[in-house]
């Protein structure tokens, strides 16, 4: 099995790496990539979908970036221990009407010894927000390492 480094159990060091390294992923909106740090058999719990393995995640998060338009999303380490890892996160998207909002959430995180996520467990809550009001305003792709974190915007 191949190592996603960092592994655990983490520092807070290195589960802010491993936080960033999992919004650069999704910025990607490329689910092919995104899927491959989750184990064979991962769970989660994702608003009211509950995908088991990395191919009903696969699926999921064709799904999901088919409707949640121009996708751009921040992760901010909220505590670890040991193997675990506490995300908030928000991100910005608008639907096929043009209708933007700003979905806002925490993840807990499970990983095994290889640094793969086996379990995942999201609540999210969505607020429509009006084009004026959008704070993610970089260039589809990575956060530039200079735009401001999730703290820095007061979310």
């Given amino acids: 099995m191949d190592a996603k480094p960092p592994l655990p159990p983490f520092t ?9 390294m999992a919004e650069d992923a999704w910025n990607t909106r490329d689910p092919d990539r995104v899927v491959q740090v989750y184990t064979e058999n ?9 995908p088991v393995g990395r191919e009903a ?23 670890t221990a040991g193997h675990r890892i506490a995300v908030r996160f928000a991100y910005e998207w608008h639907d096929d009407s043009g209708h933007w909002y700003r979905s806002y959430g925490n993840e807990n995180w499970e990983f095994n010894e290889y640094g793969l996520m086996q379990r995942r467990f999201a609540s999210i809550n969505d607020l ?6 959008r704070l993610f ?3 589809l792709g990575r956060r530039p390492d200079d735009h401001p974190g999730l703290s820095e915007l007061g979310l």
Avoid at 12 to 20: F, G, I, S
Avoid at 42 to 50: G, H, M, Q
């Fill in 42 to 50: 991962t769970r989660w719990r994702n608003r009211s979908e509950f």
């Fill in 128 to 133: 429509p927000i009006k084009t004026e009001d």
């Fill in 12 to 20: 807070h060091e290195t589960a802010t790496q491993k936080v960033r």
């Fill in 57 to 79: 995640v696969r699926l999921f998060l064709q799904r999901k970036w088919a409707r949640e338009l121009d996708y751009r999303l921040i992760k901010e380490l909220w505590v």
């Fill in 137 to 139: 305003h970089w260039p």
